[in-house]
């Protein structure tokens, strides 16, 4: 029996993403040119976390003090 396949979909983890790449989407996001869900769909980024996750790692904003 054959396993479906979906033709153009790839299944993306976040070690796909270069780091240029993330600080590209950072810097997109916080100079205000895109939101989060924004570039989500423009990049292809399939969950939401990820996204949150490169702005808490390579982002200017204090998520301690959340200023």
């Known amino acids: 029996m ?4 979906n033709k153009g979909y ?6 796909d993403y ?3 790449f993330k600080l590209q989407v950072v810097e997109e996001i916080e ?4 939101e989060r869900l ?3 769909h423009k ?6 976390s990820t996204i949150t996750q490169w702005l808490r790692k390579y982002g ?6 959340l200023s």
């Open 38 to 40: 924004e570039a989500s």
């Open 31 to 34: 100079s205000g040119r895109l």
């Open 10 to 15: 790839v299944k993306r983890t976040q070690k």
């Open 60 to 65: 200017n904003f204090d998520w301690e003090n």
């Open 18 to 20: 270069s780091l240029s």
């Open 43 to 48: 990049y292809g980024i399939q969950a939401r």
């Open 2 to 5: 054959e396993s479906p396949t």
